[in-house]
């Protein structure tokens, strides 16, 4: 079973993160970065099913020149290849924009299975892999916090507010993960040596036949129009129990209504 990991590779959660006033995106380039904990999921149940029915995990991001570093994480975490799609001309692609390279490097791999994580942990929008299953006309299996495969069959439990939903389909197919489904592995000496030698296919957009009406800036039809920062939180009421604390707590609540 082939299983393609999309795998966001974002700035590491140390970094104070920084908006360019001119073109209200994330300052990516120059920060330290790290796969992201959330497609490190992703990965970790790809390696186990690998593990479970045979096969390989690809992992594929597009990314700046700095994500090489979670590349080569993901790598040792297990993954036997991995696909950088690295072009300046991807820069200020939107979610569409971003959806269509994974989806054209996608389509150049043989695959069973391809698991996204369900929002990335820094641009969170959650909208890719609706995109990517659309355009390689997949299955979307959303949510995942439990998956089974048996011969061509994928079967998830799908996370609900109340339990979950049982939901399967033929694969290939398209799979997202809930946070919490694992606990990713962390490298061991042996794979982070085994990652220095493993390949890192790179492609441009242009390698993946993409022009600038679809991709990068000119293609985006998403446009940021402000961003602006959480109104700041009035401070809280301190209580000092002096024998009537209870009472104070009790008439606080019942001022706001609560009780
Ligand atoms: C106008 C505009 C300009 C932007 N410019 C840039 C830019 O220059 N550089 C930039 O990096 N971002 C840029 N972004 C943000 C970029 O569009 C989003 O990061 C990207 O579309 C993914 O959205 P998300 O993180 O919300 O994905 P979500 O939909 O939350 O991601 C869910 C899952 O999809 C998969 N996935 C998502 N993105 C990737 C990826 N890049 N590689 C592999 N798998 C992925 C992962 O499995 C991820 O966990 C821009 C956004 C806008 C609106």
Redesign the pocket.
Known sequence: MNII?????IPASSVTIEINPA????V?KGVPHEL?P??AC?LEEGLRLTEKHGGAVTV?????GDATIGIRNALAMGAANAIH?LDDA??????L???KA?AAAIKKESFDLV??????S????????GQ?AQLLGLSPLTFAKEIAVEAKKITIKRQTESGYDLVEAEMPALV?VASGINEPRYPQLKGIMAAKKKEIKQWTAADLGLGPDQVG?SG?K???LAIGRPAARKAGKVITDEGDGGKQVADFLAELKVI
């Open positions: 990991i999309c795998a966001k590779v073109t209200k995106c994330m990516r992201d959330a497609a992703a594929i991001t597009m990314g700046i799609i991807l820069a200020g692609s939107d979610a924009g971003t959806a994974l698991i996204c994580a369900a929002e990335s820094d641009s969170y929008s959650g909208i890719v892999p990517l997202t800036a985006a998403e446009k940021v």
